[in-house]
Structure formats: structure tokens, C-alpha cells
T-cell receptor, first 111, second 114 residues
Framework: QKEVEQDPGPLSVPEGAIVSLNCTYS??????FMWYRQYSRKGPELLMY????GNKEDGRFTAQVDKSSKYISLFIRDSQPSDSATYLC???????????FGIGTKLQVIP | DVKVTQSSRYLVKRTGEKVFLECVQD?????MFWYRQDPGLGLRLIYF???????EKGDIPEGYSVSREKKERFSLILESASTNQTSMYLC?????????????FGEGSWLTVV
């Protein structure tokens, strides 16, 4: 079993929809959680990061962490065609520098 | 803004050639990483370095080596390129646990070995 599980999709939604992207993990030592967005043939760019359970909001994006369920989510409100990309979750323990990534979910927002 | 610069975006090399991929970061980050990314396999860590002249093997180090002579520069070396090393290579850097291990990536280097 992988440490981080993420559905690769693809996920297709109409413009304006609320998108929910999710990851589950098995390592209870993970304390830092990140979401990256990767456009085709580009490097991943950091979207959001959070430490501990709860919600963090940044514009149309909300990151949610539920440590008790080992489950993290990224919500995108009022989705736009420009949000079409692959979204990778990432997480790490506080005790070392290694970051573990999900495989990425490919999202397509249809105009 | 953090900037991680990979010197070559697209390369085509022949089997058996020695290949150098160069990476420079401008944020004084202690940690630097090399990943490769393949469809269906995601990001896989090749090597990382937590200090100058220090290196640690990642999950798939075979066929690769690295060099970090200066803090801002981290090079990936393919000693004898093979076709199964055709991939997208991503360099990244971070401050480490003090900043939540947030990693910043370069734009990627697309390597084709023929």
C-alpha cells in the first residue's frame, strides 16, 4: 500500500462548479500538508500548505485536513477553465526533509 | 519569489552518453532535490542534498549521481544514459522542517535518450 493515495482521474467538471480533490495517507507522523498545481509540461507550483487539522482558505481555494481520518482535501470554488491542470497532494513529517507526493489528479474544467 | 532554474528544458542524448542536468536556486535553501516524473508513476525522488557536499539516495538512485559543490547549485549526472531514463526531471529546493518542508520546483527538463 502506498503511503499517499490519490485518484488520478481524469475529473471533468463544468465551469463554475465546486471541485473537490482528495488524498488519503497512512503515515500518522505526517504533519505538513501541501497542494501543488501542475500545468502540462511545467513544473509543479505550490498552491497551499497547512500544518495540523482544520481549514485554510486562499481566494477560491480551501485546503482541509482531517488527521483523525488521515484525509486531506482541496476545494476549488467557481472553477475556471484556467484551473485545468494536475493537482498533487504532498505531505511530510516534522522530523525530516522528505516529502511524499500523491500521483496527482488531472482536472479539466469545461467552458 | 523563489526561483529554481533548470539550465536545459529539452535535451536529446544518445545511449551511453554522459548527461549533466544543472539546477540553481536563489533562496539560500539548505535542501535540494532531484525527481523524475513519469506518467502513471508520479514523482519519484532520485537524490537529495541537505548541505553542501552532502547527498542522500532517494527511492530510485540507480544510474544517477549528483554533485553539490555550492549551496545554490545541484547537478544530476547520468553516467551512461539509457533509454529507460527518458523522462521529465524536476529539480526542487526547500528550507526544510522550519518552513513546513514546502518544496519549490523548477520548470523541468525533458530528456529523451535515443
Amino acid at each position: 500500500q502506498k503511503e499517499v493515495e490519490q485518484d488520478p482521474g481524469p475529473l471533468s467538471v463544468p465551469e463554475g462548479a465546486i471541485v473537490s480533490l482528495n488524498c488519503t495517507y497512512s503515515n500518522s507522523a505526517f504533519q505538513y500538508f501541501m497542494w501543488y498545481r501542475q500545468y502540462s509540461r511545467k513544473g509543479p507550483e505550490l498552491l497551499m500548505y497547512t500544518y495540523s487539522s482544520g481549514n485554510k482558505e486562499d481566494g477560491r481555494f480551501t485546503a482541509q485536513v482531517d488527521k483523525s481520518s488521515k484525509y486531506i482535501s482541496l476545494f476549488i470554488r467557481d472553477s475556471q477553465p484556467s484551473d485545468s491542470a494536475t493537482y498533487l497532494c504532498a505531505m511530510s513529517a516534522a522530523s525530516n526533509q522528505k516529502v511524499t507526493f500523491g500521483i496527482g489528479t488531472k482536472l479539466q474544467v469545461i467552458p | 519569489d523563489v526561483k529554481v532554474t533548470q539550465s536545459s528544458r529539452y535535451l536529446v542524448k544518445r545511449t551511453g552518453e554522459k548527461v549533466f542536468l544543472e539546477c540553481v536556486q536563489d533562496m539560500d535553501h539548505e535542501n535540494m532535490f532531484w525527481y523524475r516524473q513519469d506518467p502513471g508513476l508520479g514523482l519519484r525522488l532520485i537524490y537529495f542534498s541537505y548541505d553542501v557536499k552532502m547527498k542522500e539516495k532517494g527511492d530510485i538512485p540507480e544510474g544517477y549521481s549528483v554533485s553539490r559543490e555550492k549551496k545554490e547549485r545541484f547537478s544530476l549526472i547520468l553516467e551512461s544514459a539509457s533509454t529507460n531514463q527518458t523522462s521529465m526531471y524536476l529539480c526542487a529546493s526547500s528550507f526544510g522542517p522550519s518552513s513546513g518542508n514546502t518544496i519549490y520546483f523548477g520548470e523541468g527538463s525533458w530528456l529523451t535518450v535515443v
